[in-house]
Protein backbone atom coordinates (compact mmCIF):
# COMPACT_ATOMS: atom_id res chain seq x y z
CA UNK A 1 0.00 0.00 0.00
CA UNK A 2 1.43 3.39 -1.26
CA UNK A 3 0.93 6.50 0.70
CA UNK A 4 0.51 10.11 -0.73
CA UNK A 5 1.15 13.44 1.03
CA UNK A 6 -1.67 15.50 1.60
CA UNK A 7 -0.83 17.74 -1.19
CA UNK A 8 -0.61 15.25 -3.72
CA UNK A 9 -4.29 13.98 -2.55
CA UNK A 10 -5.28 17.76 -2.52
CA UNK A 11 -4.03 18.08 -6.37
CA UNK A 12 -6.03 14.62 -7.26
CA UNK A 13 -9.16 16.25 -5.83
CA UNK A 14 -8.53 19.76 -7.65
CA UNK A 15 -8.01 18.06 -11.29
CA UNK A 16 -10.82 16.04 -10.76
CA UNK A 17 -13.30 18.87 -9.58
CA UNK A 18 -11.91 20.63 -12.67
CA UNK A 19 -12.83 17.49 -14.65
CA UNK A 20 -16.48 17.22 -12.84
CA UNK A 21 -16.99 20.94 -14.00
CA UNK A 22 -15.90 20.99 -17.82
CA UNK A 23 -18.40 17.54 -17.64
CA UNK A 24 -21.38 19.52 -16.40
CA UNK A 25 -20.43 22.78 -18.44
CA UNK A 26 -20.15 21.16 -21.40
CA UNK A 27 -23.68 19.16 -21.24
CA UNK A 28 -25.13 21.95 -20.16
CA UNK A 29 -24.52 23.68 -23.42
CA UNK A 30 -26.60 21.12 -25.16
CA UNK A 31 -29.22 21.25 -23.23
CA UNK A 32 -32.17 22.78 -24.84
CA UNK A 33 -33.48 26.14 -24.40
CA UNK A 34 -36.80 24.91 -22.31
CA UNK A 35 -34.99 22.42 -20.13
CA UNK A 36 -32.56 24.99 -18.91
CA UNK A 37 -35.25 27.67 -18.12
CA UNK A 38 -37.00 25.69 -16.22
CA UNK A 39 -33.76 24.57 -14.19
CA UNK A 40 -32.68 28.37 -13.87
CA UNK A 41 -36.48 29.06 -12.33
CA UNK A 42 -36.16 25.72 -10.17
CA UNK A 43 -32.93 27.51 -9.08
CA UNK A 44 -34.78 30.84 -8.13
CA UNK A 45 -37.51 29.50 -5.91
CA UNK A 46 -34.72 27.10 -3.87
CA UNK A 47 -32.64 30.03 -3.36
CA UNK A 48 -35.90 32.28 -2.08
CA UNK A 49 -36.78 29.46 0.04
CA UNK A 50 -33.17 28.87 2.00
CA UNK A 51 -32.78 29.20 5.04
CA UNK A 52 -30.39 32.52 6.34
CA UNK A 53 -28.29 31.43 8.96
CA UNK A 54 -27.52 34.28 11.42
CA UNK A 55 -23.57 34.01 12.67
CA UNK A 56 -22.97 34.36 16.24
CA UNK A 57 -19.95 36.07 16.94
CA UNK A 58 -17.52 34.88 20.17
CA UNK A 59 -16.73 37.54 22.42
CA UNK A 60 -14.30 35.36 24.40
CA UNK A 61 -11.36 33.40 23.31
CA UNK A 62 -9.65 31.28 25.19
CA UNK A 63 -5.77 29.56 24.41
CA UNK A 64 -4.85 26.66 27.20
CA UNK A 65 -1.70 24.98 25.54
CA UNK A 66 -2.19 23.90 22.08
CA UNK A 67 -6.39 24.28 22.04
CA UNK A 68 -8.36 27.29 21.35
CA UNK A 69 -11.51 27.42 22.82
CA UNK A 70 -14.32 30.48 21.77
CA UNK A 71 -16.54 31.29 24.66
CA UNK A 72 -20.35 32.91 23.89
CA UNK A 73 -20.35 36.57 25.07
CA UNK A 74 -22.16 37.61 28.74
CA UNK A 75 -21.90 37.31 32.21
CA UNK A 76 -24.89 34.84 32.19
CA UNK A 77 -22.80 32.25 30.22
CA UNK A 78 -20.29 31.71 33.31
CA UNK A 79 -22.45 31.30 35.96
CA UNK A 80 -23.89 28.18 33.25
CA UNK A 81 -20.57 27.06 32.87
CA UNK A 82 -19.49 27.12 36.36
CA UNK A 83 -22.86 24.95 37.24
CA UNK A 84 -22.03 22.66 34.18
CA UNK A 85 -18.88 21.68 35.47
CA UNK A 86 -20.26 21.59 39.12
CA UNK A 87 -23.14 18.92 38.63
CA UNK A 88 -20.83 16.09 37.24
CA UNK A 89 -18.67 16.57 39.78
CA UNK A 90 -21.64 16.45 42.41
CA UNK A 91 -22.99 12.98 40.20
CA UNK A 92 -19.37 11.34 40.79
CA UNK A 93 -19.11 11.80 44.32
CA UNK A 94 -22.16 10.72 44.98
CA UNK A 95 -21.38 7.88 42.80
CA UNK A 96 -18.78 7.05 44.75
CA UNK A 97 -20.23 7.27 47.90
CA UNK A 98 -23.02 4.57 46.94
CA UNK A 99 -20.34 2.04 45.86
CA UNK A 100 -18.48 2.71 48.95
CA UNK A 101 -21.22 1.92 51.34
CA UNK A 102 -22.49 -1.47 48.83
CA UNK A 103 -19.20 -2.51 49.44
CA UNK A 104 -19.29 -1.95 53.37
CA UNK A 105 -22.72 -3.69 53.06
CA UNK A 106 -20.81 -6.66 51.45
CA UNK A 107 -18.32 -7.14 53.87
CA UNK A 108 -20.54 -6.67 56.92
CA UNK A 109 -22.30 -9.64 55.47
CA UNK A 110 -19.10 -11.90 55.18
CA UNK A 111 -18.50 -11.15 58.12
CA UNK A 112 -21.30 -11.94 59.90
CA UNK A 113 -21.74 -15.40 57.82
CA UNK A 114 -18.09 -16.51 59.01
CA UNK A 115 -19.26 -15.27 62.57
CA UNK A 116 -22.63 -16.86 62.23
CA UNK A 117 -20.58 -20.24 61.23
CA UNK A 118 -18.13 -19.91 63.53
CA UNK A 119 -20.99 -20.16 66.53
CA UNK A 120 -23.24 -22.85 65.17
CA UNK A 121 -21.49 -25.63 64.50
CA UNK A 122 -19.26 -27.78 66.79
CA UNK A 123 -15.44 -27.58 65.63
CA UNK A 124 -12.35 -28.70 67.64
CA UNK A 125 -10.20 -25.89 69.03
CA UNK A 126 -7.16 -26.00 66.56
CA UNK A 127 -9.55 -25.35 63.65
CA UNK A 128 -10.19 -21.93 65.20
CA UNK A 129 -6.56 -20.84 65.22
CA UNK A 130 -5.68 -22.18 61.65
CA UNK A 131 -5.18 -19.56 59.02
CA UNK A 132 -7.18 -20.76 56.17
CA UNK A 133 -10.45 -21.41 57.99
CA UNK A 134 -12.59 -17.99 57.01
CA UNK A 135 -11.39 -19.04 53.81
CA UNK A 136 -13.07 -22.88 54.16
CA UNK A 137 -16.04 -21.91 56.08
CA UNK A 138 -16.66 -18.99 52.70
CA UNK A 139 -16.16 -22.23 50.73
CA UNK A 140 -18.51 -24.46 52.34
CA UNK A 141 -21.09 -21.21 52.09
CA UNK A 142 -20.92 -20.52 48.70
CA UNK A 143 -21.50 -24.18 47.59
CA UNK A 144 -24.70 -24.69 49.42
Do not use: C
Not at 60 to 86: C, D, Y
Not at 99 to 118: H, K, S
Request: no cysteine; charged share 20%; net charge negative.
Amino acid sequence: MTTHSIDNWQDYEDALGRSVVARLTDSAEVMPHNITERLKVARMQALSKRKVVQVQVASEIAVSGGTLAMHPGGRNHRIWNWLGSLVPLAALVVGLLAINLAQDGIRANEIAEVDTELLTNDLPTAAYTDPGFAQYLRAIHQGE
